[in-house]
């Protein structure tokens, strides 16, 4: 089983910024991807960045060039961090990740963390 643990989220005004962290932990596991995903009310849970192993990225186009994912491959953490947030980004966000255990691939998400961008 792998577990993933949240931080960051918040309110603030549009134009601020915000940081989201996310760790992986557990046992026997390889990171095949981490990212965000988010999900206002009444949408569907939509992909907001995503960082492989292999050091490919890919964002949603509503984010490119205002949210910069990353990731630590020795501490399996993925950070997200958005600049010039608009009323449209609030959310909720959840960590997503991809690993390797015992020769299969699964799935994983964090419990969600809220972001609410007043205009």
């Known amino acids: 089983q792998v577990q993933l643990v949240e931080s960051g989220g918040g309110l603030v005004q549009a134009g601020w910024s915000l940081r989201l962290s996310c760790a992986a932990s557990?046992?026997?596991?390889?990171?095949?991807?981490m990212g965000w995903y988010r999900q206002a009310p009444g949408t569907q849970r939509g992909l907001v960045a995503l960082s492989t192993s292999g050091g490919d990225t890919s964002y949603a186009d509503s984010v490119k060039g205002r949210f910069t994912i990353s990731t630590d491959n020795a501490k399996n953490t993925v950070t997200l961090q958005m600049n010039s947030l608009k009323p449209e980004d609030t959310a909720v966000y959840y960590c997503?990740?991809?690993?390797?255990?015992?020769?299969?691939?699964?799935?994983?998400w964090g419990q969600g963390t809220q972001v609410t961008v007043s205009s």
């Open positions: 997503y990740a991809n690993v390797r255990r015992a020769g299969r691939n699964y799935q994983y």
């Open positions: 557990g046992t026997m596991f390889s990171i095949n991807a």
